[in-house]
């Protein structure tokens, strides 16, 4: 049974930083697609980032490309988000998504497998 869990979501003030983790099971990271999603209160969720678990390919969304970084670590089955200069307009419950399936990254959800139950980042301005 495939798994994410994500964690590493808090309360930080406009301008901080906070790193989240995904940890995937059921699935050893080979040539894969993870992503991560965000859905803030009263809007639709949207890709955040997406990354080729095997090269290391990114993508970001324009709303978050040069302050965020994806990356992945696959002796710990784990992707990271780094989260640096946070905007209020930032906070969302943010979810990380797996697609062993489909090894090119995408922002595109419907082409994501498995999700996790995801974390609350809040920042306040």
């Known amino acids: 049974e495939v798994q994410l869990v994500e964690s590493g979501g808090g309360l930080v003030q406009a301008g901080g930083s906070l790193r989240l983790s995904c940890a995937v099971s059921?699935?050893?990271?080979?040539?894969?697609?993870i992503g991560w999603f965000r859905q803030a209160p009263g809007k639709e969720r949207e890709g955040v980032a997406c990354i080729r678990t095997r090269y290391g390919s990114r993508y970001y969304a324009d709303s978050v490309n040069g302050r965020f970084t994806i990356s992945n670590d696959n002796a710990k089955n784990t992707v990271y988000l780094q989260m640096n200069s946070l905007k209020p307009e930032d906070t969302a419950v943010y979810y990380c998504?797996?697609?062993?399936?489909?090894?090119?990254?995408?922002?595109?959800?419907?082409?994501?497998?498995?999700w996790g139950q995801g974390t609350q980042v809040t920042v306040s301005s």
């Open positions: 059921g699935f050893i990271f080979d040539d894969d697609a």
């Open positions: 998504a797996a697609t062993p399936d489909n090894p090119y990254p995408t922002l595109a959800q419907a082409m994501y497998n498995y």
